[in-house]
């Protein structure tokens, strides 16, 4: 009779382990004038800033970190330009939203805007991007909702994300609880 009891307590745990990701969220551009009416869209590989007519772009920040758009691709990071792949280890991490909601990239809510060879378009590059032309500009993106309003703070190590044990953890936790279940 115990047994059912301690396999049911398993049932349990492993069903409610929950693994911490933010809410999801649209990215808006926020920034300087020559930017205004602008959006974040992907094309491609990259991501741009320009005028088009796509809808936003949407993603949740994962427990490592790593940024998820809605299309199932990971932000990633190449000469400090912002990517598209499914490749972990080109993922840009951490990713995280602070108190006023916007995105932080290495802990900074700047991004920079480095112009791409087209007339008003540039391409999404963190703050730590080197160009020489004149007309890159510094912007930040704000995270939102459905309607438009910023969302929770979330960091990976931080308040709003709970740190959880991870299935290996979980895995050892219930061989040892088993085992000693056994053994007494």
Known sequence: ????????LVATLWLTTVYAASEKFGLKLTGPNELKGMMIYEDGSSLFIGKHSGDIIEGTIQEDGSLKLGTGEFIGINKNYLTLTTNYTQYAT??????????????EKEF??????????????SNNAV??????HTTKVKC??????KV?????????????????????VLFFSFSAYVLF
């Open 144 to 149: 939102v909702d459905s309607d438009g309003k």
């Open 94 to 107: 951490p990713f995280a939203i602070n108190g006023d909601g916007y995105l932080t990239l290495y802990g």
């Open 112 to 125: 920079k805007a480095i112009p791409s060879g087209q007339t008003d378009i540039w391409i999404l590059a």
């Open 1 to 8: 009779m115990r047994l059912e009891y301690y396999f049911a």
């Open 131 to 136: 160009s020489t032309l004149d007309s890159v």
């Open 152 to 172: 929770n703070k979330f960091t990976v190590n931080g308040s709003s994300a709970s740190k959880l044990l991870n299935k290996t953890e979980l895995l050892a």
